[in-house]
Every structure is written in C-alpha cells, then in structure tokens.
C-alpha cells in the first residue's frame, strides 16, 4: 500500500512524503520538487526533483 502527503506546496516548491506499507515493513521517504515554470505544459510548469 502507498500514501502520499504533500507536506508543503507553495509557488516554487512541492514536497511530498511517501509511505509504502509492506507486508511486514515500512518505508518513508520525502521528495522535494521545485517547480519550474514551462510555456509547453498545460498547468504552466513541471516538477524537478530536487
């Protein structure tokens, strides 16, 4: 199983945490994503992870 929370999104950057549940294990780990603005995409940027 797998969660995702985003811990904090602002204009220049998005952080999400993700959890996967094992069968007998847990692992979490956070992704930091700095948005970069991009004329080609239709919401007007990408995510890079940083």
């Known amino acids: 199983m797998k969660k ?5 999104e ?3 950057e998005k952080i999400v945490q993700t959890t996967i ?3 007998d294990s847990i692992a979490t780990y956070t992704q930091r994503y700095i ?4 004329k080609n ?3 007007g940027y990408i995510l890079l992870p940083a």
Not at 4 to 8: C, D, E, M, N, T
Not at 35 to 38: C, R, S, T
């Open 4 to 8: 995702q929370k985003i811990l904090r």
């Open 10 to 12: 602002n204009w220049y």
């Open 21 to 23: 549940i094992g069968d």
């Open 35 to 38: 948005k970069v603005y991009h």
């Open 41 to 43: 995409y239709k919401n």
